[in-house]
Structure formats: structure tokens, C-alpha cells
């Protein structure tokens, strides 16, 4: 509603100044560049409100990884680990000539750990060289140990604040950090938003 109202501003600020621009033509110059300087200053006021309005709109909405409906889905019903993160595997062709973007798995060394390690810790990073299957080990124990969890994934580090918000206002959920280095920096993660909501929720991280 808010982004609307600001848009509203912003046609009714154009209107105002294109009619008064008209209806001056027609008056005695002082009289009309009067009309014309107040109309603009008005309309100046509400184009400033508006885009506040619009921009604040923009940059409080949540993006975060979302399933049917629109809502962050449960841990359960996230049935393609390409959709999270997980990178493409060589092609696997059946019988049926069919090719599979993502071949049955195949448990880890570690995977039992994982699982362990979730099972009992409320922040868990997984640390590996790069395309070896960090991801979707990582996306199996979730399945295996979590699947009532809500499953809370920012798209981007600006984002961190609302999936942590959501996270700690659900009494089970998992905080989805794929590729951790994308979260970190100026204004992203930091050790007391690991503590606040790893109080509530599973952090689940990879990275290489």
C-alpha cells in the first residue's frame, strides 16, 4: 500500500504542475509565474514523499528463496536440490533415453558427521574444495534430519536482516548460507547475528 500511495503522489505532483503550467498561459505573467512557482514547490514536496515511499517499499520487502505460494516452504518440500544451490552433475542418461539433472545421491565420507553435527549443534559450516559435493551433502542431511524446519534462504547479503528476523520468529527453521563468502563484509554476517538466531534456529553454511 505504501509503494501505492507513492505512486499516486508521484501522477497527482505531474498533473497539478502540467494544469497550472496551461492555466498560466492565460494570466498576466506575474500572476501566473506566482501560481506556477507555488504549484511547483508543492509538487517538488510530493515527488521527494513519494520516492520515499516507493524506495522504502523497495528495500524492506523480504527476498528470500520462496515455494509454492509464495511463502519460504518447509525443508520437506524442497524436492530439487538444483533449486538452492546444488551445480549441475554430468549428465546421467536411463533406459528410456530421459536425462536426469540430478543423479540419485551418493553419500559422503562425512556424511554420517553431518548429520551428527546437526543433529546436536545449532550452526554448522561445511568446508571443502569446490565442486566436491559440499552443497548437496549438505542439502541431504537438512532433508534427513530437518524436513518439519522452514527452510529460510536470502537471496542476497542486503537480506540477511529479514531472514534472520523471520528465522528467530519461527520456533524451527534453517538459515540457508550457501557459499558463506557471499554473506560476508561490510554490513553482512557477524558473530551476533550467528548468536541471536542460532538461539532459535539451524544455520546451515557451505563453503569452499
Known amino acids: 500500500m505504501r509503494r501505492l500511495r507513492g505512486w499516486w503522489l508521484l501522477v497527482i505532483a505531474a498533473t497539478a504542475s502540467a494544469v497550472v503550467s496551461l492555466l ?12 506556477v512557482g507555488a504549484v511547483s514547490g508543492g509538487a517538488a514536496v510530493l ?5 520515499r515511499a516507493i524506495d522504502r517499499n523497495t528495500a524492506t520487502r523480504p527476498q528470500l528463496y520462496t515455494g509454492e505460494g509464495g511463502k519460504p516452504p518447509q525443508v520437506r518440500d524442497i524436492e530439487d536440490p538444483l533449486s538452492i544451490g546444488v551445480h549441475l552433475a554430468p549428465p546421467l542418461t536411463g533406459p528410456d533415453g530421459t536425462i536426469d539433472r540430478c543423479p540419485p545421491y551418493t553419500r559422503r565420507d562425512r556424511s ?3 548429520e551428527r553435527a546437526l543433529a546436536v549443534s545449532r550452526f554448522v559450516l561445511v568446508v571443502g574444495e569446490s565442486t566436491a559435493g559440499k552443497t548437496r551433502a549438505a542439502y541431504e542431511a537438512m532433508r534427513a534430519c530437518l524436513p518439519d ?3 529460510i534462504r536470502p537471496v542476497g547479503k542486503p537480506d540477511l536482516p529479514q531472514a534472520l528476523d523471520l528465522a528467530r520468529r519461527r520456533s524451527k527453521s534453517v538459515v540457508w548460507l ?3 563468502d557471499l554473506y560476508l563484509g561490510v554490513d553482512g554476517l557477524t558473530a551476533e547475528m550467528i548468536i ?9 553454511n557451505s563453503t569452499a
Open 196 to 204: 541471536g538466531s542460532a538461539k532459535r534456529s539451524s544455520m546451515a
Open 24 to 35: 498560466a498561459s492565460s494570466m498576466p505573467a506575474l500572476v501566473g509565474s506566482v501560481l
Open 112 to 114: 554420517d558427521d553431518l
Open 178 to 180: 550457501d557459499d558463506l
Open 47 to 51: 515527488t521527494v514523499r513519494a520516492e
Open 149 to 151: 524446519h522452514t527452510f
